[in-house]
T-cell receptor, first 113, second 116 residues
Framework: TQLLEQSPQFLSIQEGENLTVYCNSS?????LQWYRQEPGEGPVLLVT?????EVKKLKRLTFQFGDARKDSSLHITAAQPGDTGLYLC?????????????FGKGTKLSVKP | NAGVTQTPKFQVLKTGQSMTLQCAQD?????MYWYRQDPGMGLRLIYY???????DKGEVPNGYNVSRLNKREFSLRLESAAPSQTSVYFC???????????????FGSGTRLTVV
């Protein structure tokens, strides 16, 4: 069974701190995506990583795909209250048709001013 | 703004009632999806439609039916609502190039359904 496990489940930090959240699996994924979901809204795509070892930066967010393509991490530098939300990782379902995604359960981040 | 529109945003049903959740996208995407999101369970796929005229079951299809009315619209129907169907329902669409690769989902803002 394909599973994406995210850790930590909850994270509460002060504005200006750095943090890293993780997405791990025992399965190999051809690609992984990260989404951010704000309260009362649907998830919004942040990035797609496709190559083992790949690092992508989006302003203060740095995404890394593990060399073996079984894990990914999201690092936020100098977190701001606007970063508050639920961070989800997602990957293609094996044998799934047409790009169906499975999702991790997410990391709920709270950044306090 | 372009994107995925879901209606209604909130709904309360009594056990046994039926309803249809509506979803429309204006990005000319081929694939559309219905997920439910529950605390501690994450997002789970209910049904999907790879292209106009096709629909397939996801992880948790029991108690639901879907209709891909045209390329833009994909509706989800609860024939006889049960308290276990209390959840937040999200519709999403994507452009898929080859199996296992898509450009990412665009989600609607969700329907919060309570069944009492």
């Amino acid at each position: 069974t394909q599973l994406l496990e995210q850790s930590p489940q909850f994270l509460s930090i002060q504005e200006g701190e750095n943090l890293t959240v993780y997405c791990n699996s025992s399965s190999v994924f051809s690609s992984l995506q990260w989404y951010r979901q704000e309260p009362g809204e649907g998830p919004v795509l942040l990035v797609t990583v496709v190559t083992g070892g790949e690092v992508k930066k989006l302003k203060r967010l740095t995404f890394q795909f593990g060399d073996a393509r079984k894990d990914s991490s999201l690092h936020i530098t100098a977190a701001q209250p606007g970063d508050t939300g639920l961070y989800l990782c997602a990957g293609p379902r094996y044998g799934g048709s047409q790009g169906n995604l499975i999702f991790g359960k997410g990391t709920k981040l709270s950044v306090k001013p | 703004n372009a994107g995925v529109t879901q209606t209604p945003k909130f709904q309360v049903l009594k056990t046994g009632q039926s309803m249809t959740l509506q979803c429309a996208q204006d990005m000319n995407h081929n694939s559309m999806y219905w997920y439910r999101q529950d605390p501690g369970m994450g997002l789970r796929l209910i049904y999907y439609s790879a292209s106009e005229g096709t629909t397939d079951k996801g992880e948790v299809p029991n108690g639901y039916n879907v209709s891909r009315l045209n390329k833009r619209e994909f509706s989800l129907r609860l024939e006889s609502a049960a308290p276990s169907q209390t959840s937040v329902y999200f519709c999403a669409s994507s452009e898929v190039v080859i199996q296992g690769w898509n450009y990412g989902y665009t989600f609607g803002s969700g329907t919060r359904l309570t069944v009492v």
